[in-house]
Each structure stands twice: as C-alpha cells, then as structure tokens.
C-alpha cells in the first residue's frame, strides 16, 4: 500500500489527516472553541458547513493520497490554501494572538505536501 513512501511520509500524511478532519468534525459539530472565533471574525454562519466540509474533503483526500499519489498532493494544496485563508481572516479582524491556531493546523498539510516531492 504505501510502498513508494517512507515512514515520516505516511506519518505526518496521517496527522495532517486526522487534524483536518478533527477541525472539519469540530465545525460539524459547532464546538464552541471554533465557532464563537467564527462568529467574531465576522465568518457568515451559512459558511460553516461549507468550510467543514472543506476540511474534511482534504482530510480525505490525503488519505486516498495513500493509493492514488497525485490525489493527496492536490488535497495537501487544498489544505494550505484553506489555512493560508484562516490566517488572513483571523489577522483581518485583527484577532492576532488567535493567528498561531490556523498555523498549527496548517504545519503538517505543508510537511505532507514537502514530503511528496
């Protein structure tokens, strides 16, 4: 199955997995740490689910990167662009201290997408 990746590959792949889908489960599920700083940075309510649902499709996507390469290298892309786009809503409503969350969430997306090159 994963043959043509090394060890850290699929390890840091998994993580970044499982973290996507934790914060797209999370938006799902309107825990109150993700959607109060939703609502404060001015993020419509009508596009919770859709951002969620971001989420977890590039959480998938990485985990069919595990059998088809070119899909979880796409979905890593996918996933760097949503946070890279977290971080420029959290700094526009100027909720700075909040700017390393996003970031956090973005670290392994960006070492997956490293790792398969």
């Known amino acids: 199955m994963f043959t043509e990746?090394?060890?850290t590959a699929v390890v840091v792949t998994a993580v970044a997995a499982f973290?996507?889908?934790?914060?797209?489960?999370?938006?799902f599920f309107r825990a109150k740490f993700v959607v109060e700083p939703l609502a404060q940075y001015g993020v419509p309510q009508a596009w919770w689910?859709?951002?969620g649902a971001a989420k977890?499709?590039?959480?998938?996507?990485?985990?069919?990167?595990?059998?088809?390469?070119?899909?979880?290298t796409l979905?890593?892309?996918?996933?760097?662009?949503?946070?890279?786009g977290a971080v420029v809503t959290v700094l526009r409503a100027r909720a700075y201290g909040h700017a390393p969350f996003p970031l956090v969430y973005m670290a392994p997306a960006i070492a997956a997408l490293a790792l398969t090159w």
């Open 5 to 7: 990746m090394s060890t």
């Open 75 to 84: 979905a890593a892309i996918g996933l760097v662009l949503y946070f890279a």
């Open 56 to 72: 977890a499709a590039g959480a998938v996507g990485l985990v069919v990167g595990f059998f088809v390469p070119v899909v979880g």
């Open 19 to 27: 973290m996507a889908g934790f914060s797209g489960a999370s938006i």
């Open 49 to 51: 689910n859709w951002l």
